[in-house]
């Protein structure tokens, strides 16, 4: 359903992604792993159109988004989830979940109800400003904000970064009723543990270059080390 082909992203005359082609399925979780400053989080930001491209370096379902700015590439179902989670910290939880709302689709699952089903704990704290909450809550506020558009794609980057194993657990366990709503994830994830527990397809970016692909089943240590680091 997504493809990136021959993908290349600047930062003015710097030159982050050399050519990246990845796929994903409908219903595939694929995680993209790498050192720091790889390339990964530009890779998500090309996808979702806040870096633009040639048009057909980024296609969905066969169709050339590469070039389309972020509101649009949103329509058409692809919704981001930011390092960071940028929420608005003086809106409460449920108004940052409704901006979420603002460009959404018309078929899927995702409510404020079901959201809140979701993660409970945003429920109680549903009046409470962004600020008031814990790094774990705000990063279900926007994993929640990204839902409520019913995306087809949902891009997750870093969304464990910061937090408490026990959270990051928590966040982990909402993965697989994203899935059942019918969202294929890409997850762009330091902890390399974690990427092969979820994926179903790993990508390795070094230097803005794919350099290893595969199933977490068939991806040996030493062949992700040599992925990250380059041959020795
Ligand atoms: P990290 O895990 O540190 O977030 P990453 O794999 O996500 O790393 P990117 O953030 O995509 O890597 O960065 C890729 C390269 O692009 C790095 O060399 C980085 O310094 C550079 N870069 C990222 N954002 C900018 C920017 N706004 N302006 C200039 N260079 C940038």
């Known amino acids: 359903m997504l493809e990136t082909r021959g993908l290349t992203a600047n930062y003015g005359d710097f030159r982050a992604l050399f050519g990246v082609d990845i796929t994903v399925q409908p219903g595939e979780t694929v995680a993209i792993i790498g050192a720091n400053g790889a390339g990964k989080t530009t890779l998500l930001r090309a996808i979702a159109g806040v ?3 040639a048009p057909a370096q980024v296609l969905h379902h066969g169709a050339p988004i590469g070039a389309l700015p972020a509101d649009q590439v949103m329509q058409r179902g692809i919704s981001m989830v930011p390092e960071g989670r940028r929420l608005f910290p003086s809106l409460s939880v449920e108004e940052n979940l409704l901006i979420g709302g603002q460009t959404r689709r018309a078929k899927g699952p995702w409510s ?3 959201v809140y089903d979701l993660f409970p704990i945003l429920r ?3 009046h409470s400003p962004g600020t008031a909450l814990s790094g774990g809550q705000q990063q279900m506020v926007a994993i929640g904000r990204a839902l409520m558009a019913n995306p ?8 464990s970064l910061g937090l408490a ?3 990051i ?3 982990y366990a909402a993965l697989p009723q994203i899935k059942a709503g019918g ?4 997850i762009v994830e330091q902890d390399i543990a974690q990427a092969l527990r979820v994926a179903d397809r790993v990508y390795c970016l070094m230097e803005g270059r794919v350099t290893l692909t595969g199933r977490p089943a068939d991806i040996t240590r030493d062949a992700i ?3 990250y680091f380059g041959a020795p």
């Open 124 to 126: 109680e704290r549903r």
């Open 152 to 159: 087809e794609l949902m891009l997750c980057d870093e969304i």
């Open 165 to 167: 194993p026990v959270v």
């Open 169 to 171: 657990r928590d966040i």
């Open 112 to 114: 404020l109800a079901t």
């Open 183 to 186: 969202a294929s994830l890409v």
């Open 51 to 53: 870096l633009r491209s």
């Open 225 to 227: 080390h040599a992925a």
